[in-house]
């Protein structure tokens, strides 16, 4: 089993910045593939960012790109998620999620695991 656990959310004026972690633990010598997810209130989860296990590839959803990057450090088993230029838009839950399929999806039901998130705030 993956244990996930997210921080560095918070509350920032539209227009800053915010780096997001996510840190493994239990079950991390297989570098899984990894994603991030974003919940706002009454809305669906969807798909933000993702990353392939070695960071070869990166995906992204077409309303961040350019203002947010995922990235990895393997040897400390963490995910960082920086996002700039942040918008009220983006004002949600952050979750990330960790996957063993082969290619990097991008639906939540592929992912394994999922950490419990943490809040985004951004005031306008």
């Known amino acids: 089993q993956v244990q996930l656990a997210e921080s560095g959310g918070g509350l920032v004026q539209a227009g800053g910045s915010l780096r997001l972690s996510c840190i493994a633990s239990?079950?991390?010598?297989?570098?899984?593939?990894v994603g991030w997810f974003r919940q706002a209130p009454a809305k669906e989860r969807e798909f933000v960012a993702s990353?392939?296990?070695?960071?070869?590839?990166?995906d992204y959803t077409d309303s961040v790109k350019g203002r947010f990057t995922i990235s990895r450090d393997n040897a400390e088993n963490t995910v960082y998620l920086q996002m700039n230029s942040l918008k009220s838009d983006d004002t949600a839950i952050y979750y990330c999620?960790?996957?063993?399929?082969?290619?990097?999806?991008?639906?939540?039901?592929?992912?394994?695991?999922w950490g419990q998130g943490t809040q985004v705030t951004v005031s306008s």
């Open positions: 239990g079950r991390t010598s297989d570098h899984l593939h």
């Open positions: 990353i392939s296990n070695l960071a070869y590839n990166t």
């Open positions: 999620a960790t996957t063993s399929r082969r290619l990097v999806p991008r639906r939540l039901y592929e992912y394994d695991y």
